[in-house]
């Protein structure tokens, strides 16, 4: 199911977000998934996240496909030159993958190969012309192609900025060439995201604001120095440091977050960074579904 | 200016092993100026090397020159090699590749040749230009975005810049797209930034081969 019918229905959209392992045993990544499904229309398959070298997105997907899991394949411009990303998402369509997320991808000096070459041949905006391209059937030297191609293409964009200006103008780049959903960096404070939706009421498009769950404070505190465009207020931080119970306060807060935020956006994703099954609960916190009932066990007589 | 950088002594010791009479060629113009080639360093390098061996009891015979340019033919013709069993260039890759196609012997590099750039303060060098062959200058405020973005992105900046405006990569280079933005808006043509840029011909950089220029107007 393509995320903007969804959008289009009037739904508001809920995904999701993991991330595949080092090695080829996805059993536990499948496990994981299954648990977080039933609460979200679709779970973003991360592309060798971090510049690190992990089982691959395309892959993975197809396993995802099998299972009945939803998945939107992340595909990034750093490891792969116009002609593989090309190939890609032709692979992608005959695996039955409907919804792609395009990006940048981060430099391989922050993975774990620093010593590799970076493609970059093209960037995200030319890539999703050229993944727009493919979809009115021809490849990007005006080559036919046969079969039909019609993929779900998204992107994404840091709301928290300082300037915010060039976040906006590559966001309209990446909209013209055909973006069709925005996912967004993980956001922890309702006022700036409605700050950066105020400044971008001129684009027309479907926003899925980011939630990313914290684990505790010294993740916070990281993330605050280490990650650009996360800034996790002091407030949520001591929060997270006096909590007794670090899940249940992790999914109080995300869960307030998302409830402050959803009237601004069209839907919502989650980065549950291994967490993947407390996501529902999540959402259940945040009016967005309601957990199953739990069954009683049955007595053994 | 061609920027380098002279390699690690015992790099240099291993490359001479096999050698007891050897040439070294400094070169007096970009290597000399990023004081990685000249005169002056060929002859601090030969006295190191000559030192290192007398050390090891297995001395070496060097002398040095210094020409004006080792990447035309002109200053190379009159360098006399005969006698010599290798030469060290501490040239620029462009140097040693020359002087391996004029001499008969093998020419080893004394450097590590960088990168084309210029002198940001006394002792500091920067790549500026990447030579893609097809420059964008023109849209971009002067600021070339193919080598001072570390992902040679070309419609604006990826997530990754910091508040302080460095790149994410952690080498503390600023991020070319927001020094690139900054300049546009002073300059007051900010809507180039909004134009997307095509995907890039790099059949026109480095990756098709070695790439040669041809005047026919000005060939003898």
Known sequence: MKLTELIDSGKFVVTGEVGPPKGTDLSDLVKEAKTLMPAVDAINVTDMQSATMYLGSLATCHIFKENDLEPVYQLTCRDRNRIALQSDLLSAVTLGIENVLILTGDHPLMGDHPQAKPVYDVDSVQLLEIASHLGEGEDMVGNELNGKLDLC???????????????????????????????????????????????????????LVGIILLKSDRMARF??????????????????????SKAKTSVQIAG?????????????????????????????????????????KKKVE | MIVADQKPINEILGMLERYDKVLFVGCQTCVAVCMAGGEKETGVLASLVRL????????????????????????????????????????????????????????????????????????VWAETCAGC??????????????????????????????????????????????????????????????????????????????????REDVRL
């Not at chain 1, 120095?225 to 007794?244: D, F, Q, R, S, T």
């Not at chain 2, 900054?182 to 790439?211: H, I, V």
């Open chain 1, 153 to 207: 293409l998204g992107a994404v964009v840091r709301p928290i900025a300082e300037p915010l200006e060039p976040q906006i103008i590559k966001l309209e780049k990446k909209v013209k060439a055909g973006a069709r959903f925005i996912q967004t960096q993980g956001v922890f404070d309702a006022s700036h995201f409605e700050k950066f939706m105020n400044a971008i009421q001129h684009i027309d498009v479907p926003i």
């Open chain 1, 223 to 244: 993330m605050n120095k280490n990650v650009a465009g996360v800034e996790v207020p002091e407030p949520l931080v001591e929060e997270m440091a006096n909590a007794k």
């Open chain 1, 256 to 296: 307030r977050l998302i409830n402050e935020m959803k009237d601004m956006c069209q839907g919502v994703h989650i980065m549950s960074l291994g967490w993947e099954k407390r996501v529902p609960e999540v959402l259940a916190a945040a009016g967005l579904y309601e957990l199953p009932k739990k069954k009683k």
């Open chain 2, 52 to 123: 290192a061996r007398q050390k090891a009891g297995q001395p070496i015979e060097i002398d040095e020159a210094a020409i004006q340019r080792q990447c035309e033919e002109e200053f190379i013709e009159p360098l006399e090699a005969d006698g010599y069993q290798a030469i060290l260039s501490l040239g620029c890759g462009v140097g040693v590749n020359k002087l391996a196609d004029h001499f008969g012997i093998p020419v080893l590099p004394g450097l590590n040749t960088g990168f084309m750039g210029h002198i940001e303060e006394h002792g």
């Open chain 2, 133 to 214: 062959g097809d420059c964008v200058l023109h849209r971009t405020g002067g600021i070339c975005p193919v080598v001072r973005c570390a992902k040679s992105l070309m419609n604006g900046p990826c997530g990754g810049y910091t508040d302080d405006g460095l790149c994410e990569s952690g080498t503390g280079a600023p991020c070319a797209w927001i020094a690139i933005y900054k300049r546009l808006k002073e300059l007051g043509l900010l809507e180039s930034m909004t134009e997307t840029s095509p995907p890039k011909d790099w059949s026109k950089d480095r990756f098709s081969g070695p790439r040669t220029r041809v």
